[in-house]
Nanobody, 119 residues
Framework: QVQLTESGGGLVQAGGSLRLSCAASGSTSSIKAIGWYRQTPGKQRELVARFDSVGRTNYADFALGRFTISRDNAKNTVYLQMNNLKPEDTAVYSC?????????????WGQGTPVTVSS
């Protein structure tokens, strides 16, 4: 089994930066894709950035130029560097992985880490 543990959220002023971490443990070789989503109350969860099954990165438009997703395979950790944060970036950020078990794919979510950007 795989577990995802996020960290790095918190309170930051507008224009500031945060780096989120998502550490995967367990059967990490079964992870086919991994990335970050965010959600605010009353809104649907939305993609922030992710690595797809062949390692390409996908970014939401709002993340381009401000956020960078990276990974350290030796540590089984995916990072989200967020720069020039805006109040509208306030959300719970969750790590998501697509896990393959035999031929079955399923989604796995971390517990989420809250980010609050003050104006």
């Amino acid at each position: 089994q795989v577990q995802l543990t996020e960290s790095g959220g918190g309170l930051v002023q507008a224009g500031g930066s945060l780096r989120l971490s998502c550490a995967a443990s367990g059967s990490t070789s079964s992870i086919k894709a991994i990335g970050w989503y965010r959600q605010t109350p009353g809104k649907q969860r939305e993609l922030v950035a992710r690595f797809d099954s062949v390692g390409r990165t996908n970014y939401a438009d709002f993340a381009l130029g401000r956020f960078t997703i990276s990974r350290d395979n030796a540590k089984n950790t995916v990072y989200l560097q967020m720069n020039n944060l805006k109040p509208e970036d306030t959300a719970v950020y969750s790590c998501e992985a697509v896990i393959a078990t035999n031929t079955i794919l399923r989604e796995l979510w971390g517990q989420g880490t809250p980010v609050t950007v003050s104006s």
